[in-house]
T-cell receptor, first 113, second 112 residues
Framework: ETGVTQTPRHLVMGMTNKKSLKCEQH?????MYWYKQSAKKPLELMFV???????ENNSVPSRFSPECPNSSHLFLHLHTLQPEDSALYLC????????????FGDGTRLSIL | EDQVTQSPEALRLQEGESSSLNCSYT??????LFWYRQDPGKGPEFLFT???AGEEKEKERLKATLTKKESFLHITAPKPEDSATYLC?????????????FGSGTRLLVRP
């Protein structure tokens, strides 16, 4: 496989469920990111990891919990979500944090009932 | 406050009708400007990086240019397969400069 792979592609969950989103990058990059994309709004940066260390938590509610066990894998653990959390969640990676383009996966479409 | 504004919000072109998309930015120092293409149900696909005013990059029918205040994505003789949303993002040279600040995108539809 190449690029950035996200699973699942679609997820429907109730407000009391716990689920996790998975991201894997096959590019040998050192930095990984979680973004939220809502309809008609710019991409919102949620979390940034560099060499498995979290370097940014962009005022994200605690019901979103990231995990980066190694430089190739990134998880987003979800619990007690709200309807307004329904969105496309995108994972990205880049070689370095600065001056490098970010390469995106195809996202997980999340729907909260 | 750092800001990126893209215009127009939506653009309809006939096949072969050339046009330009605009990305205006306000940042305290620019590290880089990035163009992406996003198809429905997909993640953004990286197109170009521009680092300094006067720089130009080309790929097939697309050409990106950069000034001190804005960037243009010129589309020459577009085809229906060029239909997508085009996103612009900037990285500023200040604290937390690894953040990409995205615009809201331009939705391009090219009709045959």
């Amino acid at each position: 496989e190449t690029g950035v792979t996200q699973t699942p592609r679609h997820l429907v969950m109730g407000m009391t469920n716990k689920k996790s989103l998975k991201c894997e990058q096959h590019l040998g990059h050192n930095a990984m990111y979680w973004y939220k994309q809502s309809a008609k709004k710019p991409l919102e940066l949620m979390f940034v990891y560099s060499l498995e260390e979290r370097v940014e938590n962009n005022s994200v509610p605690s019901r979103f919990s990231p995990e980066c066990p190694n430089s190739s894998h990134l998880f987003l653990h979800l619990h007690t979500l709200q309807p307004e959390d329904s969105a496309l969640y995108l994972c990205a990676s880049s070689q370095e944090l600065i001056n490098q383009p970010q390469h995106f996966g195809d996202g997980t479409r999340l729907s909260i009932l | 406050e750092d800001q990126v504004t893209q215009s127009p919000e939506a653009l309809r072109l006939q096949e072969g009708e050339s046009s330009s998309l605009n990305c205006s930015y306000t940042v305290s120092g620019l590290r880089g400007l990035f163009w992406y293409r996003q198809d429905p149900g997909k993640g953004p696909e990286f197109l170009f990086t521009l680092y300094s005013a006067g720089e130009e990059k080309e790929k097939e029918r697309l050409k990106a240019t950069l000034t001190k205040k804005e960037s243009f994505l010129h589309i020459t003789a577009p085809k229906p397969e060029d239909s997508a949303t085009y996103l612009c993002a900037v990285q500023a040279s200040q604290d937390s400069s690894y953040k990409l600040i995205f615009g809201s995108g331009t939705r391009l539809l090219v009709r045959p």
